[in-house]
């Protein structure tokens, strides 16, 4: 009981002394091109460094793009997007905070790059209601490895049909999130994570047991191609 109230009396702290920053014309107009409510979005700018500004995801999209017949064209008609940057504490807070209240609206949030404290994470809005949008978005690939953005947008719908997963993070190089039913047998799943992205051993944790123990301690999973 003592433990409830003492989190109850945070909670109320952090709401009462919760920041927010008025918006420039230009983000008013931005806010609203994306159905962005004007009080959520000076929320978010309360916990972010600089302003809103106009997203267009990865640049090298349309050469990543060209071969396939089905994403050739994605570039001509993007959702419309914005950024702003944050410290990664606060990076972090925004997506956990808000990601609920945006779904919830058509529009996901997401961190498109994450800089480790070396300098500000950004925070992508992106206007649609599918969940893996940030991918194609992003056009996340490995390419080194000879794998592209649809085979990753495949292997978490294979995922999130057996586990459910939510995104945190989708970058040019990276995807990260949590599972809402972690996978049972973990030395297996670890193997499939290893075969699909062996970077996250090989330039990351050091072993499969690593990997393994990382897997089992959280709910949540990494994927990046060097």
Not at 28 to 50: F, P, R, V, W
Not at 115 to 142: H, V
């Amino acid at each position: 009981m003592k433990s409830i109230i003492i989190n109850l009396l945070c909670l109320l702290v952090f709401v009462s002394c919760e920041k927010t920053k008025n918006l420039n014309a230009n983000e008013i107009k931005l806010t609203q091109e994306i159905n962005l409510d004007q009080g959520t979005a000076e929320k978010i700018k309360g916990l972010s460094m600089g302003v809103f500004e106009v997203a267009k995801g990865n640049k090298d999209r349309e050469i990543l793009f060209e071969y396939f017949r089905n994403l050739k064209n994605y570039s001509k008609n993007l959702p419309a997007a914005i950024i702003i940057r944050a410290k990664a504490e606060n990076a972090d807070l925004i997506v956990k905070k808000f990601a609920r209240e945006l779904k919830d609206k058509k529009l996901i949030v997401y961190k498109s790059a994450e800089n480790y404290g070396n300098e500000d994470d950004i925070i992508t809005i992106l206007q649609s209601n599918n969940k893996l949008e940030p991918l194609l978005f992003e056009a996340t690939n490995g390419v080194n490895y000879d794998i592209d953005t649809q085979m990753i947008i495949n292997k978490l719908k294979d995922w999130d049909s057996k586990y459910g997963i939510e995104l945190e993070a989708v970058g040019p190089d990276f995807v990260s999130g949590k599972f809402k039913n972690k996978p049972t047998n973990i030395p297996k799943f670890a193997k499939e994570v290893y075969d699909f992205c062996p970077d996250i051993v090989d330039q990351g944790v050091g072993s499969i047991e690593e990997l393994e123990k990382s897997l089992a301690d959280s709910n949540e999973f990494f994927l990046w191609w060097d």
